[in-house]
C-alpha cells in the first residue's frame, strides 16, 4: 500500500495507496474531531484548501452523535459527505486528557463522559467495533498515551499493555473487516509506538509491534509537555526500527517548524489542531513568519494575510477587514483565518515533496528553518 518513491537522507516521498484515493505523502491530516474542522469549515472548503486526509475523533463521534448512528446512515464518509480518505484516532488519546475520569484495567479504559457524566467503557475490541462502524479509512490502535515525564517503571507497564492490547485490536479488526455488513472492509489498522522519552522503552516497543506487520506505524506520546529537543531525541531513536515499507506517522505534531524537522528525520505522516486553534485566536502562519492579525498595526493593513498565498481568504480580503470581523466577534473572520492557516499547511506539505521530488530538500529545510519560527516584524 505504501510505495516510496525516493529519499533524501531520511526524508522520504511516497504514495500510500488506499480504497478512498491516493495519499501523497509527507502529508498533514486536517484535524474535524467532531467531523467538522472547528471554525465553520465544510467539507467542500477542505476540498478547496487542498486537504488529503481529514482525520476525526472515535471517542467524541461515539459520545455522540454515536457511531450506531453513523453507521445506520452508511458510514463517517456519506455522513460528513467527504470522499477522500479519512483517518480515525483511537480514543487512547482520552486515557491521557481525561485522567481525571479515568480507571485503566488490562481490559481497557472505564471513563466519564465529558459532555454528561456518563460511565462508559472501551477497550481495544470497542474501539476498533466504534472505528468499523465509522467506516474510516485508517483505524488507529487503542493505547495509552503517558504524560511526560512519567516514572520508568510505570511507562514499562504501559508500553507492555499497549502492545498487548495491539493484538487484540489486529485479531477484532480482522474478524470485523469480515463480516458481510461492515462499512469499510477495507479498513486499515496502524500500531502505535510508545514508551515515553525513555529511548530504551521505546525502541523495545517499536520492534514489537513492527513483528505484527500492520499497514503504518505511529510514534504517539510526544507533544504531550515534553521539550522539543525530547521530541526529536525520540523520532532519532525510533526511526531506525520502523519498517521502510510502511508509512510512518507523528502524533498530534505539530508546528511548521516541528514538521519539516520531523520530515527531515523519516515522517511521512502528521496532524495537529495547532492550525485551526491558533486561527481562532487570530494567530496566522506566512511564508514569513507568524502574525497576530489582532494587533493594532494591522488596523488599518489593506494588504492579505499574506501575498504570496492564493487561499480564499488571501484572494479576495485584507487584514484590516478580518481583524475588523474578529474585533467584531463576527463568525466569518474565524472562518477566514482558519481556511488560511489550513491552506497554509496543505502548501506546506506540497512543497515539501515538491522540494523532495526535485531533490533540494536540504536546501529548502536550511531556507525555511530560520523562518517558520518566527514572528513577522514588519
Not at 483505524?139 to 511526560?148: I, K
Not at 515515553?196 to 510526544?222: C, F, H, P, S, V
Amino acid at each position: 500500500m505504501f510505495e516510496l518513491l525516493k529519499q533524501e537522507g531520511r526524508a522520504r516521498r511516497g504514495i500510500f495507496h488506499t480504497v478512498h484515493g491516493d495519499i501523497q505523502t509527507p502529508v498533514f491530516m486536517n484535524v474535524g474531531t467532531c467531523a467538522a474542522v472547528k471554525g465553520g469549515i465544510s467539507s467542500e472548503d477542505l476540498r478547496e484548501v487542498r486537504c488529503q486526509v481529514e482525520l476525526s475523533n472515535t471517542y467524541h463521534l461515539h459520545i455522540r452523535p454515536g457511531d450506531k448512528l453513523i453507521y445506520e446512515l452508511g458510514g463517517l464518509h456519506k455522513f460528513m459527505n467527504w470522499d477522500g480518505p479519512i483517518l480515525t484516532d483511537s480514543g487512547g488519546f482520552q486515557v491521557f486528557s481525561l485522567s481525571q475520569l479515568r480507571k485503566i484495567t488490562e481490559e481497557g479504559v472505564k471513563f466519564a463522559s465529558h459532555v454528561d457524566g456518563k460511565r462508559i467503557f472501551m477497550g481495544p475490541e470497542e474501539s476498533m467495533q466504534i472505528q468499523s462502524h465509522l467506516g474510516s479509512t485508517i483505524a488507529m490502535a487503542f493505547d495509552e498515551c503517558v504524560e511526560n515525564p512519567a516514572p520508568y517503571k510505570y511507562v514499562k507497564q504501559s508500553a507492555e499493555r499497549t502492545v498487548r492490547w495491539l493484538v487484540r485490536c489486529k485479531e477484532e479488526m480482522a474478524r470485523l473487516n469480515s463480516l458481510p455488513d461492515t462499512v469499510n472492509p477495507n479498513q486499515l489498522l496502524f500500531g502505535i509506538n510508545q514508551g515515553g522519552t525513555y529511548e530504551d522503552l521505546r525502541i523495545e516497543n517499536m520492534k514489537q509491534i513492527a513483528e505484527l506487520d500492520l499497514d503504518g506505524y505511529a510514534i504517539g506520546g510526544l507533544a504531550v509537555g515534553e521539550a522539543t529537543e525530547d521530541m526529536y531525541r525520540i523520532i532519532d531513536a525510533v526511526e531506525p526500527h520502523m519498517p521502510k515499507d510502511k508509512v510512518r506517522y507523528l502524533m498530534g505534531v505539530g508546528t511548521p517548524l516541528n514538521i519539516i524537522e520531523a520530515v527531515r528525520r523519516g515522517v511521512d505522516f502528521f496532524d495537529c489542531v495547532m492550525p485551526s486553534r491558533n486561527a481562532r485566536h487570530g494567530n496566522l502562519f506566512t511564508w514569513k513568519g507568524k502574525i497576530n492579525l489582532l494587533n493594532e498595526r494591522f488596523a488599518k493593513d489593506d494588504r492579505p494575510i499574506d501575498p504570496d498565498c492564493q487561499c480564499p481568504a488571501c484572494r479576495l480580503y485584507s487584514r484590516a477587514y478580518i481583524r475588523h470581523l474578529f474585533k467584531a466577534k463576527e463568525s466569518l473572520g474565524m472562518r477566514l483565518a482558519v481556511l488560511h492557516n489550513l491552506y497554509f499547511y496543505n502548501e506546506l506539505m506540497e512543497k515539501i515533496r515538491e522540494a523532495l521530488d526535485e531533490g533540494r530538500y536540504e536546501e529548502f529545510y536550511q531556507h525555511y528553518v530560520k523562518i517558520l519560527g518566527e514572528r513577522v516584524g514588519e
